[in-house]
């Protein structure tokens, strides 16, 4: 089986990440991988960015592939507490 893609939109901020993260997590059980398209949301903050990093490192212990499509809403978040996303985190396309 191949890693889906599954797609964000709207916000992804302190206030969603914790239905996001049980929603990305159930996926996770029913698939060896995951590229989660986040190109389409309309804002990003740090939390959503340590969510996504928290991920990555839980994907990479549990042997599964993660990869990320990230947008310019997210690659700004991101670049706000100097992180580059390619560095944590596989990046499939879009905006690093």
Not at 62 to 70: D, M, V, Y
């Amino acid at each position: 089986m191949e890693a889906i893609v599954h797609r964000l939109s709207g916000p992804l901020t302190i206030y969603e990440v914790a239905g996001l993260k049980d929603e990305v997590l159930k996926i996770l059980e029913e698939t060896p991988g995951l590229i989660l398209d986040c190109s389409e949301a309309s804002r990003c903050d740090t939390a959503f960015v340590q969510m996504l990093c928290a991920l990555s490192r839980t994907c990479v212990k549990r042997g599964l592939s993660f990869s990320l499509i990230p947008g310019p809403e997210l690659s700004a978040a991101a670049m706000r507490i100097g992180l580059d996303l390619s560095e944590e985190i596989p990046v499939s396309g879009g905006e690093a």
